[in-house]
């Protein structure tokens, strides 16, 4: 598993758990076969990085190369309210937002699922 440059500024993350949507039906009435359908709790963040030109220039770099565009899962230490802790995640549909500011910084935003 890939993990997350230590020495990378961590995010401001605002945590958020979400009901994945019943995709699949059954008419089986077995508890078992009930119990397989049933929905899932998915844990996200949205996440907020404020990166210098380098640091930007290496973010970029790590989810097209490293992280398989952002597609792949990844270790990475997040603030939660239980203190600092190493969650398994990867990008929501491989994907984040950059804006360049006028005192040469980056504001990139993007949406973290957990495992």
């Not at 059954?26 to 030109?53: G, V, W």
């Not at 997040?78 to 006028?102: D, H, I, S």
Request: positive net charge; hydrophobic residues 35%; proline residues 3%.
């Amino acid at each position: 598993m890939i993990t997350w440059p230590e020495f990378f500024p961590n995010p401001n993350a605002q945590y958020i758990i979400e009901q994945d949507k019943a995709v699949i039906r059954s008419n089986n009435f077995r508890p078992q076969q009930r119990e397989r359908f049933k929905r899932k709790q998915r844990q996200t963040a949205k996440c907020n990085f404020d990166l210098s030109l380098s640091y930007f220039k290496l973010f970029c770099s790590i989810h097209r190369h490293v992280l398989n565009n952002g597609n792949d899962w990844f270790s990475i230490t997040l603030m939660t309210e239980n203190g600092l802790e190493t969650k398994t995640a990867r990008f929501v549909l491989g994907q984040y937002n950059a804006r360049y500011r006028a005192d040469n910084r980056f504001n990139v935003s993007c949406d973290l699922e957990f495992k």
